[in-house]
C-alpha cells in the first residue's frame, strides 16, 4: 500500500476498499473528486495532528509510513451565508435562519453605498447571487451539502453535514460555537475520500518524476486563484462572520477554524501508471484555456484517469498483466463489427472491475460486521461491492458521454467534442505537433484505448483473427472529429500531425 502504514489492518476493510484504497464511493459526483483533490492541495498538512506543526498548503506533501493529515477551514459562515437562502425550505433549520439573519443585518450596517439607487440589502443580495452562480453541486441537498466551483481557495469547502436532531434542536445565539462547530466533518457522504484517493495518486506520480511537481503547484495554484477578486470578497463575507458572531474574540478574527481530516492508502499497483497521470495533469494546467473550460476538463480527466487505475489494478489482480483495454466505437453502425466488440469489451471491463473484489478477504470483513451487529450475508456484501466498482464506472463514464448510450443495453466507450479536446490537452504538450499515428499511440499507451487497426493488432495480437480493416472506419471518424474541432490538420493524404494549440 502507499504510503506505507505500519500495523494497518487492510483486510477488516470493505472488499471494494480492500481492493481499489481507501476510498473510491458512489456518491461521490464527478465534481467533488476534482473538488476534494484541490481541497487536500491547498490546505495546510503534514504528518502530526497538530496545524501549527503542518506546511503552508498549496503543497505536495509526501508522508513518511503515516497517514497524511491535512487542516481544511470549513468556513461555515460564508457557505451559510451563500447557500442557505437559495436552499430548499424544509431543509432551513431555525439556528441557521436566525444566525444569517442577523449576520445580513450587521452587514447592512457596516456596508458603504455611494450608489443612490442601491441599498444594503440589493447589495448583500448582488454579493449573494454572484457567488451563488459558481455552484458546481446542489441537486436537492441541504445547504451545508452543496459546493461551488474551485474558482477561488476560500470557496472550496470541506464537508459539513449538519445533523437534523442536533440543529434542530438549538437556538441562535452570539458567541456560541456550536453555531459553526456543531457539524459533522468526517461523515464523508459526498466528499468520500475520491479526491484524496487522487491526490495520493498523483504523489506517486511525482516521485516517480519529481520535475513535475513544482509545475503542477504553480498550475493548479494559477487555477483556483485566477479570480482574486472573488477570494477577497468570500474573505470580507467570512472575517465579518466571525466579528460578529464571536463578538467576545474567543475565536480568530480572521475567520480561519481549523479541522483535521485524514488521508488513507492506496493500492501500490496504482503507481504503474502514475508517471502518465503527472504528464496528463501538467499538460492540461498548462494549456491556455478558459478557465472554467479548464475546471470542467480537469473534472473529466480525473474520472478518466481514476476509471484507468481501477481497471489496471483489477486486471493486474486477476491476470496479473494491464490488459483492459478501452475498446473505442466512433462508428453509426448498430450492427457493424466495431460495435459488438466495443459491446463486448465494456461488459468485459465492468466484469472485472467487479470480480477482482473477489479476491478481497471476505471472511475477515464479515468478522467485523459480525461485531458490530450489521449485515455480513455474502449476498448483501458483494452488492455494495458491485455499487462502488462496475456501476460506479458507469455511473463516472456516463457523466462524461464516455460510456453510452445514456439509458439502455449495448453500452460500450466512444468519444465527443469534449472528450477529444481532453485527449489532445492532456496527451500532447501545449503548442507541440506530433503526427496523428503517434497520437493513437500515446491514446493507447496512456489509456489502453483501441482505436485503429496498429492499437487493435499490438493489444490483441494475431491469435483473435480481428478484421482490422473494421477499424478502419474508426480511424477516418476520429481524423474528421480532430479535425473538425481544429486539432488536426493534413500534410498529404497519407500524413496528418495533431497540435495543442492552447499555448
Same mark, same amino acid.
Request: proline share 4%.
Given at each position: 500500500?502507499?504510503?506505507?502504514?505500519?500495523?494497518?489492518?487492510?483486510?477488516?476493510?470493505?472488499?471494494?476498499?480492500?481492493?481499489?484504497?481507501?476510498?473510491?464511493?458512489?456518491? $461521490?459526483?464527478?465534481?467533488?473528486?476534482? &473538488?476534494?483533490?484541490?481541497?487536500?492541495?491547498?490546505?495546510?498538512?503534514?504528518?502530526?495532528?497538530?496545524?501549527?506543526?503542518?506546511?503552508?498548503?498549496?503543497?505536495?506533501?509526501?508522508?513518511?509510513?503515516?497517514?497524511?493529515?491535512?487542516?481544511?477551514?470549513?468556513?461555515?459562515?460564508?457557505?451559510?451565508?451563500?447557500?442557505?437562502?437559495?436552499?430548499?425550505?424544509?431543509?432551513?433549520?431555525?439556528?441557521?435562519?436566525?444566525?444569517?439573519?442577523?449576520?445580513?443585518?450587521?452587514? $447592512?450596517?457596516?456596508?458603504?453605498?455611494?450608489?443612490?439607487?442601491?441599498?444594503?440589502?440589493?447589495?448583500?443580495?448582488?454579493?449573494?447571487?454572484?457567488?451563488?452562480?459558481?455552484?458546481?453541486?446542489?441537486?436537492?441537498?441541504?445547504?451545508?451539502? $452543496?459546493? &461551488?466551483?474551485?474558482?477561488?481557495?476560500?470557496?472550496?469547502?470541506?464537508?459539513?453535514?449538519?445533523?437534523?436532531?442536533?440543529?434542530?434542536?438549538?437556538?441562535?445565539?452570539?458567541?456560541?460555537?456550536?453555531?459553526?462547530?456543531?457539524?459533522?466533518?468526517?461523515?464523508?457522504?459526498?466528499?468520500?475520500?475520491?479526491?484524496?484517493?487522487? !491526490?495520493?495518486?498523483?504523489?506517486?506520480?511525482?516521485? $516517480?518524476?519529481?520535475?513535475?511537481?513544482?509545475?503542477?503547484?504553480?498550475?493548479?495554484?494559477?487555477?483556483?486563484?485566477?479570480?482574486?477578486?472573488?477570494?477577497?470578497?468570500?474573505?470580507?463575507?467570512?472575517?465579518?462572520?466571525?466579528?460578529?458572531?464571536?463578538?467576545?474574540?474567543?475565536?480568530?478574527?480572521?475567520?480561519?477554524?481549523?479541522?483535521?481530516?485524514?488521508?488513507?492508502?492506496?493500492?501500490?499497483?496504482?503507481?504503474?501508471?502514475?508517471?502518465?497521470?503527472?504528464?496528463?495533469?501538467?499538460?492540461?494546467?498548462?494549456?491556455?484555456?478558459?478557465?472554467?473550460?479548464?475546471?470542467?476538463?480537469?473534472?473529466?480527466? +480525473?474520472?478518466?484517469? +481514476?476509471?484507468?487505475?481501477?481497471?489496471?489494478?483489477?486486471?493486474?489482480?486477476? !491476470?496479473?498483466?494491464?490488459?483492459?483495454?478501452?475498446?473505442?466505437?466512433?462508428?453509426?453502425?448498430?450492427?457493424?463489427?466495431?460495435?459488438?466488440?466495443?459491446?463486448?469489451?465494456?461488459?468485459?471491463?465492468?466484469? =472485472?472491475?467487479?470480480?477482482?473484489?473477489?479476491?478481497?478477504?471476505?471472511?475477515?470483513?464479515?468478522?467485523?460486521?459480525?461485531?458490530? =451487529?450489521?449485515?455480513?450475508?455474502?449476498?448483501?456484501?458483494?452488492?455494495?461491492?458491485?455499487?462502488?466498482? =462496475?456501476?460506479?464506472?458507469?455511473?463516472?463514464?456516463?457523466?462524461?458521454?464516455?460510456?453510452?448510450?445514456?439509458?439502455?443495453?449495448?453500452?460500450?466507450?466512444?468519444?465527443?467534442?469534449?472528450?477529444?479536446?481532453?485527449?489532445?490537452?492532456?496527451? +500532447?504538450?501545449?503548442?507541440?505537433?506530433?503526427?496523428?499515428?503517434?497520437?493513437?499511440?500515446?491514446?493507447?499507451?496512456?489509456?489502453?484505448?483501441?482505436?485503429?487497426?496498429?492499437?487493435?493488432?499490438?493489444?490483441?495480437?494475431?491469435?483473435?483473427?480481428?478484421?482490422?480493416?473494421?477499424?478502419?472506419?474508426?480511424? =477516418?471518424?476520429?481524423?474528421?472529429?480532430?479535425?473538425?474541432?481544429?486539432?488536426?490538420?493534413?500534410?498529404?493524404?497519407?500524413?496528418?500531425?495533431?497540435?495543442?494549440?492552447?499555448?
Amino acid at each position: 500500500m502507499f504510503p506505507h502504514l505500519k500495523d494497518f489492518e487492510q483486510d477488516s476493510e470493505n472488499l471494494q476498499i480492500q481492493i481499489y484504497g481507501q476510498r473510491i464511493y458512489r456518491s $461521490q459526483t464527478l465534481y467533488e473528486y476534482l &473538488l476534494e483533490f484541490l481541497l487536500v492541495f491547498i490546505s495546510p498538512k503534514g504528518e502530526s495532528d497538530s496545524v501549527d506543526s503542518a506546511d503552508q498548503g498549496f503543497s505536495f506533501f509526501v508522508p513518511k509510513n503515516s497517514t497524511l493529515k491535512y487542516f481544511p477551514n470549513p468556513r461555515i459562515g460564508l457557505k451559510r451565508f451563500i447557500f442557505l437562502n437559495k436552499s430548499d425550505p424544509e431543509k432551513r433549520f431555525g439556528v441557521d435562519k436566525d444566525a444569517l439573519s442577523s449576520f445580513r443585518a450587521y452587514l $447592512q450596517e457596516n456596508i458603504e453605498i455611494d450608489n443612490s439607487n442601491l441599498n444594503s440589502d440589493m447589495v448583500l443580495d448582488i454579493i449573494q447571487d454572484l457567488l451563488y452562480s459558481f455552484n458546481a453541486v446542489t441537486g436537492g441537498r441541504s445547504w451545508f451539502a $452543496q459546493s &461551488l466551483l474551485p474558482v477561488a481557495p476560500e470557496l472550496i469547502f470541506c464537508e459539513a453535514m449538519g445533523k437534523k436532531a442536533v440543529r434542530k434542536s438549538m437556538e441562535y445565539e452570539r458567541n456560541d460555537k456550536k453555531v459553526d462547530k456543531a457539524f459533522s466533518f468526517t461523515d464523508r457522504a459526498f466528499m468520500a475520500r475520491g479526491g484524496e484517493v487522487y !491526490y495520493l495518486h498523483v504523489l506517486q506520480g511525482i516521485l $516517480q518524476k519529481p520535475e513535475y511537481e513544482e509545475r503542477l503547484v504553480e498550475g493548479l495554484r494559477s487555477l483556483v486563484q485566477g479570480i482574486p477578486q472573488l477570494s477577497e470578497v468570500a474573505n470580507y463575507i467570512q472575517k465579518m462572520w466571525f466579528l460578529y458572531h464571536y463578538e467576545d474574540n474567543s475565536i480568530d478574527s480572521d475567520g480561519i477554524m481549523w479541522i483535521k481530516k485524514e488521508v488513507s492508502w492506496i493500492p501500490d499497483n496504482y503507481s504503474l501508471r502514475a508517471g502518465y497521470t503527472v504528464i496528463e495533469l501538467d499538460n492540461l494546467l498548462r494549456s491556455k484555456l478558459d478557465p472554467f473550460e479548464k475546471i470542467e476538463l480537469l473534472g473529466s480527466l +480525473i474520472v478518466i484517469q +481514476i476509471i484507468r487505475m481501477m481497471c489496471l489494478q483489477s486486471t493486474k489482480l486477476l !491476470y496479473n498483466d494491464d490488459n483492459q483495454e478501452w475498446l473505442i466505437d466512433l462508428t453509426d453502425d448498430p450492427s457493424g463489427s466495431i460495435r459488438k466488440m466495443a459491446v463486448s469489451s465494456y461488459r468485459k471491463l465492468e466484469e =472485472n472491475v467487479f470480480r477482482v473484489v473477489h479476491e478481497a478477504n471476505l471472511k475477515k470483513y464479515q468478522e467485523k460486521l459480525r461485531s458490530q =451487529n450489521k449485515k455480513s450475508s455474502e449476498m448483501h456484501i458483494y452488492k455494495e461491492a458491485s455499487e462502488d466498482t =462496475n456501476k460506479l464506472v458507469r455511473r463516472l463514464g456516463k457523466d462524461i458521454e464516455f460510456v453510452v448510450p445514456p439509458t439502455g443495453k449495448n453500452m460500450r466507450l466512444t468519444l465527443n467534442e469534449n472528450m477529444i479536446k481532453l485527449l489532445v490537452t492532456s496527451l +500532447i504538450i501545449p503548442g507541440e505537433r506530433i503526427l496523428f499515428s503517434t497520437f493513437l499511440n500515446k491514446c493507447y499507451e496512456h489509456f489502453r484505448m483501441v482505436i485503429g487497426p496498429i492499437e487493435a493488432l499490438k493489444h490483441f495480437g494475431e491469435k483473435q483473427n480481428l478484421d482490422l480493416s473494421s477499424f478502419d472506419e474508426n480511424v =477516418n471518424i476520429m481524423q474528421q472529429m480532430l479535425k473538425d474541432c481544429g486539432f488536426l490538420r493534413d500534410l498529404s493524404d497519407a500524413v496528418s500531425i495533431v497540435e495543442n494549440p492552447f499555448v
